[in-house]
Nanobody, 126 residues
Framework: QVQLVESGGGLVQAVGSLRLSCAAS????????MGWFRQAPGKEREFVAG????????LYQDSVKGRFTISRDNAKNTLYLQMNSLKPEDTADYYC???????????????????WGQGTQVTVSS
């Protein structure tokens, strides 16, 4: 298994930016497809973005397209989420997750991801 630790959350004003990081333990990070999810208070956890093993084929939730960018550095065992033009509705706990399934497709579904971090809180003020 891979262990995941998110960082980079915080309080930011609307239209500001934040960069989230997810550090993975172990030497098999490159064998996992990775995703970012978020959960706002009282709401279901939802898919934000995902990326394949080599860093290609990014998939985004419609509401973040053009504002968020997912990337990874396999040499550093780290996943990133660059968030620009933040909106109050982006306020949530953000989680990174790992999917080791054989499929090359990035999944937007929670059940596809076996390993999860503890989350980092993002608060966007208006």
């Amino acid at each position: 298994q891979v262990q995941l630790v998110e960082s980079g959350g915080g309080l930011v004003q609307a239209v500001g930016s934040l960069r989230l990081s997810c550090a993975a333990s172990g030497r098999t990070f490159s064998s996992y497809k990775m995703g970012w999810f978020r959960q706002a208070p009282g709401k279901e956890r939802e898919f934000v973005a995902g990326i394949n093993r080599s860093g290609g084929s990014p998939l985004y939730q419609d509401s973040v397209k053009g504002r968020f960018t997912i990337s990874r550095d396999n040499a550093k065992n780290t996943l990133y989420l660059q968030m620009n033009s933040l909106k109050p509705e982006d306020t949530a706990d953000y989680y990174c997750a790992a999917d080791r399934s054989f499929s090359s497709s990035v999944s937007p579904y929670k059940f596809a991801y076996e390993n999860w971090g503890q989350g980092t809180q993002v608060t966007v003020s208006s």
